[in-house]
């Protein structure tokens, strides 16, 4: 409770929230996390990793990742996400214009191939700064164009910066 009123009250010491393995918090808490961090100007890393957030839970995420423009790590690895709601979290994710690294591997669900390929989708139609993607592929076709266009982001990236110095 102490982290989530620190989110509330915009703490420019907190930079880093982790959640991980509170596998026995309240859904209200987690909603209202989210909610805190949808204008939160200080938190950069977001780890809420194996904490059973569902569906629910998921398009809070989404919601947060449309409004906030400081979260550059995202982590929900191993919760019971459902592919309709994390290929619109992924969507929402990519479209961040400081997000570079997001891991959702792990979930209760299993994800097809055409969910993998909104989730390529998802990389090629956002704002290029997504670098690196925590998801174990099933499917070679999407595996294989994910990893290029994410090369292509950390490419793009290095190069504006070494153009910039």
Known sequence: EDDLKRVQEQDPNMTKLNWNNLRETP????????????????????????????????QCISQTMK?????QVLNIE????????????????????????????NQRNN????????????????????????????CPGPRQRSQVLLMKNRDNLTRLKRNKN
């Open 27 to 58: 859904i209200g808490h987690l909603v209202a996390l989210l909610r805190a961090l949808e204008y939160n100007s200080y938190v950069t890393e977001v780890n809420i990793a194996n904490t059973r957030a569902n569906d629910m839970i998921g």
């Open 67 to 71: 409004c906030n423009d400081t979260i």
């Open 78 to 105: 191993s919760n019971f996400i459902s592919a309709k709601t994390m290929a619109d979290l992924v969507h929402e994710a990519c479209k961040s214009p400081v997000l570079r690294e997001l891991r959702i591997d």
């Open 111 to 138: 994800y097809g191939e055409a969910t993998e390929n909104l989730f390529c989708e998802s990389i090629v139609e956002g704002s290029g700064m997504l670098q690196k993607l925590s998801y174990s592929w099933r």
